[in-house]
T-cell receptor
């Protein structure tokens, strides 16, 4: 079983829509959680860390549900520039040097 | 900008030849990583380093070796390249204090083994 699983998509949404992605993780010892954004043929870039209390950065909101072992990313008022692949990443309490990546969810925002 | 560069950015090589990829960082980070990214697999850890001359294997280390003789440079070597090693290779550093431990990536090296 993979450490981190994501729906590969693609999610095709119109501009201005709200879209949400979920990501599940298998190891209950996971302690740190992140969302990265990756544009085609580019490196992943940190979008936001996910805190226990949830956090918001402009149009982006991340939530953590430890009981069900998933994290979510909500994007409001989608822009064309939000089109990218979104990677879910987790890090373990007892091995903080290893990061586990989901395969990514592709988002296409259409005019 | 985490100050990470990779070289070369693109390389085509033949099966059986040795290949070395270089990762260079300018900010004295202790931890450095090499990943490969393939469709359907996400990023997979090849090797990582926790200091000069201190390295450890990741989940897909077979066929790869690494060296770190200076803090700023982390080298990945394919001793005898195979077609299955055609991939995009990313170097990364991590910074922060657990649990707020974040990774930042270099621009990647696109390697094709023919």
């Amino acid at each position: 079983r993979k450490e981190v699983e994501q729906d590969p998509g693609p999610f095709n949404v119109p501009e201005g829509a709200t879209v949400a992605f979920n990501c599940t993780y298998s190891n209950s010892a996971s302690q740190s959680f992140f969302w990265y954004r990756q544009d085609c043929r580019k490196e992943p870039k940190l979008l936001m860390s996910v805190y226990s209390s949830g956090n918001e950065d402009g149009r982006f909101t991340a939530q953590l549900n430890r009981a069900s072992q998933y994290i979510s990313l909500l994007i409001r008022d989608s822009k064309l520039s939000d089109s990218a692949t979104y990677l879910c990443v987790v890090n373990l309490l007892y091995n903080f040097n290893k990061f586990y990546f989901g395969s990514g969810t592709k988002l296409n925002v259409k005019p | 900008d985490a100050g990470i560069t990779q070289s070369p950015r693109h390389k085509v090589t033949e099966t059986g030849t040795p290949v070395t990829l270089r990762c260079h960082q300018t900010e004295n980070h202790r931890y450095m990583y090499w990943y490969r990214q393939d469709p359907g697999h996400g990023l997979r850890l090849i090797h990582y380093s926790y200091g000069v001359k201190d390295t450890d294997k990741g989940e897909v280390s077979d066929g790869y070796s690494v060296s770190r003789s200076k803090t700023e440079d982390f080298l990945l070597t394919l001793e005898s390249a195979t077609s299955s090693q055609t991939s995009v290779y990313f170097c990364a550093i991590s910074e922060g204090v657990p649990p707020s431990y974040e990774q930042y990536f270099g621009p990647g090296t696109r390697l094709t083994v023919t």
